[in-house]
């Protein structure tokens, strides 16, 4: 019996269920603003899985990597929840390098 696919569905579940907490706490505190930077470090561990000679190591960092993608794309929506006060909101954000630029390129959607 091959437990590889069912374990790291588990992995993959859980992985993205922390992209849930992470994307609400990291907009509390960080902003939407940070939706760059998430971005492209989950497009360098979807490379970085690419090489990896390990199937473990790679699929769960393949997973990460899509699951970071995914949170940059949510950074933007879940502002807005915390706007309307379906979450705590916190007014005081700690701004990302080069703050000004991103403000004006137009946060990504799924």
Do not use: H
Not at 16 to 22: A, C, D, E, N, R
């Amino acid at each position: 019996m091959n437990l590889f696919g069912f374990l790291l569905g588990i992995a993959t579940l859980f992985i993205i269920g922390l992209g849930f907490i992470w994307v609400i706490r990291g907009e509390r505190y960080f902003g939407y603003l940070w939706w760059p930077y998430v971005m492209a470090a989950g497009a360098l561990c979807i490379l970085g899985s690419l090489f990896m000679l390990n199937n473990w190591a790679s699929s769960l960092i393949g997973a990460l990597g899509a699951s970071l993608i995914w949170g940059s794309t949510e950074l933007k929506e879940q502002a807005v929840r915390g706007e309307i006060g379906w979450y705590p909101f916190r007014a005081k954000k700690i701004l990302p390098p080069f703050a000004d630029a991103i403000k004006k390129w137009k946060a990504p959607s799924l």
